[in-house]
């Protein structure tokens, strides 16, 4: 029994360790990238949760539970968070683009970028990035958002500062007058 306690608290410390060490990591890429703290700490959430779980796993293994009964457990919860974002499987699709994004995404807040789309300008400035989405300020002040999982598949162009942004040709509405 001490032998299995002593392996519940090396866990634990390999556990809180190696969290320590991502979240400097994710910290220091984050300021490198200039990304958005509530960003980062929710990326250090989700691989924090993850690791979470992967050491209550091995530790419920060390204490005796047998390896079939943690890996029904463990196979359930994600049957069951399977069938759930199924469902939803954009929310999904959005979360995992965002990880990716916050990793590998070579454009930050204030760049003007062009997302490649043959029916809409989709031209602006990144205001922010976000977990599900990306916010683009075009030129006319709007303000657009544009999920993460589309921006990974479209092809985007990044637009120096001096070249105009695309602007569509402005269609006027003719409003006939009455005849009183």
């Not at 400097?24 to 509530?38: D, F, G, P, R, Y």
């Not at 499987?89 to 970028?113: E, H, K, M, Q």
């Not at 490649?116 to 922010?128: L, Y």
């Not at 985007?156 to 007058?177: A, F, M, T, Y």
């Given at each position: 029994?001490?032998?299995?306690?002593?392996?519940?608290?090396?866990?634990?410390?390999?556990?809180?360790?190696?969290?320590?060490?991502?979240?400097?990591?994710?910290?220091?890429?984050?300021?490198?990238?200039?990304?958005?703290?509530?960003?980062?700490r929710l990326?250090?959430?989700?691989?924090?949760?993850?690791?979470?779980?992967?050491?209550?796993?091995?530790?419920?293994?060390?204490?005796?539970?047998?390896y079939q009964?943690?890996?029904?457990?463990?196979?359930?919860?994600?049957?069951?968070?399977?069938?759930?974002?199924?469902?939803?499987?954009?929310?999904?699709?959005?979360?995992?683009?965002?990880?990716?994004?916050?990793?590998?995404?070579?454009?930050?807040?204030?760049?003007?970028?062009?997302?490649?789309?043959?029916?809409?300008?989709?031209?602006?400035?990144?205001?922010?990035?976000?977990?599900?989405?990306?916010?683009?300020?075009?030129?006319?002040?709007?303000?657009?958002?544009?999920?993460?999982?589309?921006?990974?598949?479209?092809?985007?162009?990044?637009?120096?500062?001096?070249?105009?942004?695309?602007?569509?040709?402005?269609?006027?509405?003719?409003?006939?007058?009455?005849?009183?």
């Amino acid at each position: 029994m001490f032998y299995q306690l002593l392996m519940c608290v090396l866990y634990l410390a390999v556990f809180l360790f190696a969290q320590r060490q991502v979240k400097n990591w994710i910290k220091l890429h984050a300021q490198k990238k200039q990304v958005n703290e509530v960003r980062s700490r929710l990326v250090t959430r989700l691989i924090s949760y993850f690791m979470f779980f992967v050491t209550l796993s091995l530790m419920a293994v060390s204490l005796g539970l047998g390896y079939q009964d943690v890996s029904l457990f463990v196979s359930s919860a994600f049957a069951v968070l399977g069938v759930a974002l199924f469902a939803q499987w954009s929310i999904l699709s959005n979360i995992t683009a965002g990880v990716l994004i916050f990793f590998v995404f070579p454009y930050r807040i204030g760049d003007r970028i062009r997302i490649v789309e043959k029916d809409e300008d989709m031209s602006g400035v990144i205001v922010e990035i976000a977990l599900f989405h990306i916010l683009i300020k075009r030129e006319s002040g709007d303000v657009m958002t544009y999920p993460n999982s589309l921006l990974l598949q479209k092809g985007v162009v990044k637009l120096s500062n001096d070249q105009p942004l695309k602007k569509k040709p402005l269609v006027r509405r003719v409003i006939p007058k009455r005849n009183s």
